[in-house]
């Protein structure tokens, strides 16, 4: 090696290591604002405060600060989530994940509601209160006793079901040796068939149609003419044998205060359903089936993309 | 056909005079912060309302269907946030690092502007990209069946430089990445990334992050699931496990159909689309010359080729990539040709730098069921009509 590269080299060397030296920038972080942000707990308890909470103090204020978002029962509200339930539903065509049904392990619940539900979205709770939270939330999953009391001390001995069930990612053994390979360029397959469309919405006033072109909302409003027999809606719409629909999407179910619901119905009103896409859509699906007694003489509609055409279509309508 | 002699019917734009012809433009102080033209306003992101509980833990969606090139306009990058998004304060801004280190540090953004900085492109991928078409076609538009994505050139410090600086103990193996918002959002990331390529990143295309994006700094973990890339950074810890905190348990894991779930499936893998014609791009001009547009990226390396199918998967073109290769960055494809009216198939199917070629969304259901929520990166078909509209389809 010539002494020329050698001082190249030597420079290099030099550079390299000044960079990967500390430069003195920041300063030391003091004990009480560790203290301020470290928040975080983990599976073996890491983290968790002194405190303790039962099922009884957790039910309280669960009601008090949960509920209006996860219900009274921890059965979700809206597209909130739901806590409880879902046990063995994971293979299901709905699998329900929820703290009982899914999360690995109870670490994660302390975590996450002292970061995240009780500030902005939530109310404050003390230590206690979020031990309360959990034990309730066990309680609610049937996975301890009306008696049971959550500590620090026994955190750790609480196991949720599912916690054997997650693995590390496997992609690179499972997937991979399927999808690195080389691609079919030419006659790849026989025929080609459409399985499944989403009609477009999208169409400009200034495109050239065929007959067959509707939007979407064209189609809703087509197929809400099976409803027109009982519901009226748009301007100047009235009860009729139904209540008006104008702006029931994303209206509390039995709201219409000049309408005689049905007991059915007027029970899903106390439960505070709420007309959002999840709702409508079951509801529409199999009636009876959603609102057991309802008197809605309707049976359903089976086809997924006309019950989303008709949805489409009442969220159209304005209030 | 050129007429001769004054005739009435020459084109109105070119005959008559337009007011941008004929008066003085806007004062250049009108627009101290340049705004797309008023022609534009159409283009902006958008939300799905029935897709999350409100809009502070919402997201929204690139418009994918009229951008070109590969980098993605600071506001128009998608939104995606779990307690709104934080207007932090820079002259409050603090990070720290603590945990498994020898000095426990807090810096200052002044601080962070002290450090070596270095600038790349990379895209950021929601894991949840393209999940609510695991059950089937449901989405109405390439913004919103690929939209959880933008491609972005950040200005940061390497987070080697940062942990060096507060001296990582051998037992150190992990870091938990922590924001300042009201979700205190937490991921954990293995060392072994940190020291690779994640950035404290405190400029976007050459600006200051946006609010939305994390302002003032956020973290960059290339090629990793977005939620990982930690906005408003506060606190980066280091310790010899995973937390499994809630964003990495009960959300962002991949429950596959025999009820077992994977986690911590951090790299996005390959995946493309054509996002012109698309749903929301339909075909105006009838047939003749047609430009196919779209995009390409990979997790884990760069594209080095795209192909194209007209006929739903019978036969398969190259594409021509257009623009700069970077690693995990979004690519540009092209495909023109002479459309003759017919209905086509479009799809498009990445390769990556691995070799790994993206595979059809039932190849993909067949391994992992539909319930998986996350990390859908099948091919999109779009069906062009011979009128020109364009309809999100699944094909044999």
Known sequence: MSRFLSLIIAVMLLAGTALADPLGLGRVAEPDEIAAWDIDVRPDGTGLPAGSGSVAMGEEVFVEKCAACHGDFAEGVGRYPALAGGMDTLQDERPTRTVGSFWPYLSTTYDFINRAMTVGYGEPASDDEIYAIIAYILYSNDLVDEDFVLSRENFTSIRLPNEGGFYMDDRIQTEHPLFIRPACMKNCKDEVQIIARVETAFIPADMNRDGSGKTRLAIGETLFGQCRA????????????????????GKPAGSNDRFDYSDAFAMMADEELVWDFDALNAFLKDPQGFIPGTTMNFTGIEEDFDRNALIAYLQAQGP | MLTAGPTLAGDPAITEMQPWRRDLGDPIDDALYGMPSPFESDVTRGRVEWLTPDAYTAINFTPLHELDGIITPNGLCFQRSHA??????????RLMINGLVDRPLVFTLQDLLRFPRENRTYFLECAANSGMEWRGVQMDGVQFTHGMIHNVEYTGVPLRYLLDEAGVKTAGKWLLAEGADAAAMSRSIPLEKALDDCLVAFKMNGEALRPEQGYPVRLVVPGWEGNMWVKWLRRIEVGDKPWHHREESSKYSDLMADGRTRRFTWEMDAKSVITSPSPQAPVLHGKGPLVVSGLAWSGRGTIPQVDITLDGGINWIKARLSGPSFDKSL????YEFDWDGRPLLLQSRAHDSTGYVQPTKEALRKLRGVNSNYHNNGMQTWHLQSDGRVENVEIS
Do not use: E, S, T, W
Not at chain 1, 230 to 249: E, K
């Open chain 1, 230 to 249: 009982c519901h009226q809606i748009g301007d100047g719409a009235q009860n009729g044998v139904g209540p008006v629909l104008n702006g029931i999407f």
């Open chain 2, 331 to 334: 690519h540009r494809f092209y």
């Open chain 2, 84 to 93: 709104g998004a934080a207007q932090v304060d820079p002259a409050k801004y």
